[in-house]
T-cell receptor, first 112, second 113 residues
Framework: DQQVKQNSPSLSVQEGRISILNCDYT??????FLWYKKYPAEGPTFLIS?????DKNEDGRFTVFLNKSAKHLSLHIVPSQPGDSAVYFC???????????FGTGTRLQVTL | KAGVTQTPRYLIKTRGQQVTLSCSPI?????VSWYQQTPGQGLQFLFE???????NKGNFPGRFSGRQFSNSRSEMNVSTLELGDSALYLC????????????FGQGTRLTVV
C-alpha cells in the first residue's frame, strides 16, 4: 500500500524555467511533508519541509505547496539550474509512528 | 562536523550468506533509522533505534534485524540472503526521536549473487 505517491518517474525542464514536482498521499494523519534530493551514489539530502497546518513554505528557489483537501503537495524550483538534476523524493512523517514514508521518486533533468 | 558514515560502501554476497552493515550517526544524534532503496520501490523503512532500543519496525521479514550501541552507532544484519535483498541500504540519523529532518549517509550497495 503506497501511502505516498509520485506518479511521474521523470521530468525534463529547460534551464531557467520552472520545475514542478508532484506528490500525492493517502494518509490524512501525516504531520509533516519533506522533499529530499538524491544524486547517484549519495544518500538523500534534505531540501525543504512543510507542516500539515501550513499551505506554503519557501526557501530561496524552492517552494513547497500543500493542498490538504486534495492530499497533494508540490515542489516548485524557480529558476531551474543544471545542478538541480537529481532524483527528488517526497516524504511524509507522522509523530506517532516517528518514521518517514517515501514516494518512489521523480528524476529531474534540467537541460541547457 | 562529520556526517553519517556507513560502511562498507559496496558489498557482494552469495545467496544464503548473512551480512552486517554499519552506521555511525552524526555526533550527538541518538536516533538511527534504516531504509532499503530498490528501483521502483523508493525508500522503504526498515527500523528505527533510539537509546539502544528498537522503537519502530517496517514491514520486513525477521531475517532483517539490527541493534544500536551505547555510542549510538548502529548495525543492521540480514541473514539467509536472497537475490531480492540486493539494494541500497541507507542509514539516517536524527537528533532525537521524532526529528522530522533526517540526515542520510551515502548508503551501502549490497549485491546478492
Amino acid at each position: 500500500d503506497q501511502q505516498v505517491k509520485q506518479n511521474s518517474p521523470s521530468l525534463s525542464v529547460q534551464e531557467g524555467r520552472i520545475s514542478i514536482l508532484n506528490c500525492d498521499y493517502t494518509n490524512s494523519m501525516f504531520d509533516y511533508f519533506l522533499w529530499y534530493k538524491k544524486y547517484p551514489a549519495e544518500g538523500p539530502t534534505f531540501l525543504i519541509s512543510i507542516s500539515s497546518i501550513k499551505d506554503k513554505n519557501e526557501d530561496g528557489r524552492f517552494t513547497v505547496f500543500l493542498n490538504k483537501s486534495a492530499k497533494h503537495l508540490s515542489l516548485h524550483i524557480v529558476p531551474s539550474q543544471p545542478g538541480d538534476s537529481a532524483v527528488y523524493f517526497c516524504a511524509a512523517w507522522t509523530g506517532t509512528a516517528s518514521k518517514l514514508t517515501f514516494g518512489t521518486g521523480t528524476r529531474l533533468q534540467v537541460t541547457l | 562536523k562529520a556526517g553519517v558514515t556507513q560502511t562498507p560502501r559496496y558489498l557482494i554476497k552469495t545467496r544464503g550468506q548473512q551480512v552486517t552493515l554499519s552506521c555511525s550517526p552524526i555526533s550527538g544524534h541518538r536516533s538511527v533509522s534504516w531504509y532499503q532503496q530498490t528501483p521502483g520501490q523508493g525508500l522503504q523503512f526498515l527500523f528505527e533505534y533510539f537509546s539502544e532500543t528498537q522503537r519502530n519496525k517496517g514491514n520486513f521479514p525477521g531475517r532483517f534485524s539490527g541493534r544500536q550501541f551505547s555510542n549510538s552507532r548502529s548495525e543492521m544484519n540480514v541473514s539467509t540472503l536472497e537475490l531480492g535483498d540486493s539494494a541500497l541500504y541507507l542509514c539516517a540519523s536524527s537528533l532525537a526521536r521524532g526529528g522530522t529532518e533526517a540526515f542520510f549517509g551515502q548508503g551501502t550497495r549490497l549485491t546478492v549473487v
